[in-house]
């Protein structure tokens, strides 16, 4: 079968250990089947997602499959719009008539979820309000603590997956309505301008931290939860990344208002003339935008308000779980609480049988092999062997553009978060960001990424900083990755050019 990391290695990031993969995984899997089933699509009659060398994939067949009985072009829209399958190469087409039942059903879907979103997200503050001590509960309780706060995750990951559909396909209608008046260029830098602010990628999982010092900021590490999945490692586990986004202070970008574009299209003489004509007493045109931009920018901001209450709530799982972990060591039945990570969700809750310290340990070994590897291809069929990805010697790249502007800079190729790893003025370039990728931000002069979409991390960030940022660009991790480079980097034509290099 053929599979695709993209869409799928932003939001399961890395070498998954199997207490990630089968804590994770499943509410990943119940969210994708939960989006296929509001669209209308069939049964995919099987997981959509694998473990392959220890990454999370896409089944692309399946999901292929699945979606062949939408209408002719929906499938498509569905893999670059739901899935960040490939990049958007057209104009979106403008919002057809809703008029059978599958469209009836998707938006009663979308209205669903929504408000299934609102309830989760008041759900979770209310939970994580009550400061939570993992400590005081007995073994039973603490399972039980774990399981219904995986329960109401799982409502917010489904909710949260067609509320991401619907954000991304109310910012192509935008795009749409704004393809009209302006050229194709100025009307993606239009579109993108006028919801950046909504995504809070400069904030870790919404909870800001700028300026915090002490117990303020070690509390905010607490409160943001996990840095890119439920239950994976949180915030207050890398104090160094936390300090490093209290200290940013990016300058504030300068963005096109709804007032600008306006105003630029009542200034065209044939704007005016086609008003009279029409005898049209209050703009119809500018209200249908008004309407466009209000949508757009309240269905992203419920969006990341979602995807952020589920990363605190995240924090919880993780809490939990090292606390059991810390059990399980004092029991002699692991060597560390970190190893609780090498356990499966079921051996952790006394579902299944523990294995013993020698099988841990081939655990531990084979996720060092993993790593070892390297990232998976961007598109594969069957068992990818190491090294199978093969750059060329190209000096021009092209890929979406997710951040308007143009900037210059030395390229460094970063394969995890690490202060270090970045200088001011560098162009970041990456396989995929997540949120823990945030505090790097700030230092960087654009962002390059070879995975992603327009609800990718590193997109949603770059809007929001005003960063220059090309994503879904295949192959640039590996043409970069050796020697020195410098780049420009055009974010409104999505194009990266290779200026200097030496390898």
Known sequence: TTYTTSGIAEVLPG??????????????????????????????????????????ALDFARLGAAVDVLPAGARGELEQ??????????????RRHLGSQRDVRALLAQ?????QAEICIRAIDEVLSTSVDPTVFADDGLLMLRARVLDLAARTAAAQAVVAAAAIASQARLHGLLAGWFAGRDAAEIAQSLVADTGGGGALNGISVTGLTGEALERAAVVAGSRSYVGGPTWAEAPQMVALAAAASPPEPQRLT????????AARRTWRTTRILTGQVIDIRL???RRAVSDARHSLARRERAKAALLRLGGLVRRVDLELGR??????????PDDVELLSAAELTGASSRPVPLELMLRRRRLLGCEAAGHLPHVFTG??????QVSDHACSYSGWGAGPGVAEGPARVVDRPDPAALHPGDVLVAVSTDASWTPLFASAAALVVQEGGPLSHAAICARELGLPAVVNVPGIVDRLRHGDHRLRVDGSTGTVTLLHTTE
């Open 327 to 336: 059990r399980l060591t004092d029991a002699g039945l692991l060597s560390q």
């Open 15 to 56: 070498v998954l250990p199997p207490l990630a993969w089968t804590t994770a995984g499943p509410l990943l899997e119940d969210s994708l089947q939960g989006l296929l089933d509001a669209a209308g699509a069939a049964s995919p009659g099987g997981p959509l997602i694998a473990r392959i060398r220890g990454r999370a």
């Open 383 to 388: 068992y990818p062997h190491a090294q199978t």
């Open 287 to 289: 209200s249908l935008l």
């Open 111 to 115: 209205h669903r979820a929504a408000a």
């Open 81 to 94: 719009q739901y899935f960040s399958a490939q990049p958007p190469t057209d104009v979106p087409s403008r």
């Open 258 to 265: 709804l007032s600008d574009i306006e105003h630029r299209l």
